[in-house]
């Protein structure tokens, strides 16, 4: 079993700034793959952006490419989500997960085992 708790997540004005943190703990965290993924009202929860156990390869959606960035410290079992320049349509909840298995892609939120209980993000134009 693994456990996911998200903190950082406000309210925050438009082209601010916030770092959202996952505090793991539970099955071996350093040979996880580890996503974030949102979920907006009325929409379906999407891909934001992953990263593998190493921290040495990551993939970002093309909404955030350039603007977010996904980093982890193994030592301290935490994944963070550094958000930049951001904008209204990011508003969401956001999710972190987990996933062991090497099948499937990263980037679809049907491979992951483990989930945390999310976040609430939002900006204000």
């Known amino acids: 079993q693994v456990q996911l708790v998200e903190s950082g997540g406000g309210l925050v004005q438009a082209g601010g700034s916030l770092r959202l943190s996952c505090a793991a703990s539970g099955r071996t965290f350093s040979s996880s793959t580890m996503g974030w993924f949102r979920q907006a009202p009325g929409k379906e929860r999407e891909f934001v952006a992953t990263?593998?156990?190493?921290?040495?390869?990551?993939y970002y959606a093309d909404s955030v490419k350039g603007r977010f960035t996904i980093s982890r410290d193994n030592a301290n079992n935490t994944v963070y989500l550094q958000m930049n320049s951001l904008k209204p349509e990011d508003t969401a909840v956001y999710y972190c997960a987990a996933r062991f298995s090497p099948y499937g892609s990263s980037r679809s939120y049907s491979t992951y085992d483990y989930w945390g209980q999310g976040t609430q993000v939002t900006v204000s134009s």
């Open positions: 990263i593998n156990w190493s921290g040495s390869t990551t």
